[in-house]
């Protein structure tokens, strides 16, 4: 499909607040106005879950926020779960940015070749240093790390055990958890 047009992030707030994609689930892709996919009960479910499950790990060091928007240059994508720079109060009047963000959560199942590409290469663009697709269908996380050039230099799947972020070298995210495959 041939874009028309590309839309700045300024664009993409204005027409927001104009209420042109009022009860529309979009998001902006490299200058792309994107539908997103719609949400099924598992994927609510595993993102949900594992939001609650790592602000149980990171409180009072870090503010996990849960499908709620990020600004990069061209991009503002709906990342499942964001973990982000404190305090809370910072995200009042905008969304994270790079500098905000230590790592994103994409929890695939219809969208896991979107995931694995194209917000895989947007991310690693915007320099986020740390970003984890959560496959539904797989029942693995892969975790994308060390971005330069505009893409990750560090790839690996994971099936189960632990994964230590890179912001946060004294936590364990345990792959269970964070595949809803345990509540405790």
């Given amino acids: 499909m041939k874009t028309l047009a590309k839309w700045s992030v300024n664009d993409y707030h204005r027409m927001i607040q104009a209420g042109i994609l009022q009860a529309r689930r979009v998001e902006l892709l490299r200058g792309e ?20 499950y790592l602000e149980t790990l990171l409180a009072g060091k870090a503010e996990v926020r849960f ?6 240059a061209d991009s503002e994508p709906e ?11 910072t995200y009042r009047d905008r969304h994270p940015h790079p500098k905000d963000i230590f790592w994103l959560v994409e929890v695939a199942q219809t969208s896991l070749k979107q995931d694995l590409n194209v917000k895989a290469a947007i991310y690693a ?8 697709v ?9 975790i994308f790390k060390q971005p330069v050039a505009g893409q990750y230099t560090q790839q690996m799947t994971v099936q189960d055990g632990n994964i230590t972020p890179l912001a946060f070298d004294n936590v364990a995210v ?7 495959q345990t509540s405790g």
Wanted: net charge neutral.
């Fill in 33 to 52: 106005i994107i539908e997103m996919s719609p949400e099924t009960p598992i994927h609510y479910t595993t993102a949900k879950q594992g939001a609650k």
């Fill in 67 to 72: 499908n709620g928007p990020i600004t990069l």
């Fill in 79 to 89: 990342p499942d779960i964001a973990i982000v720079r404190l305090p809370e109060s």
């Fill in 125 to 132: 663009a915007a320099a986020i240093s740390e970003y984890w």
């Fill in 134 to 142: 959560v496959s539904l269908a797989t029942m693995q996380v892969t």
């Fill in 174 to 180: 345990s792959v269970k958890r964070l595949l809803a």
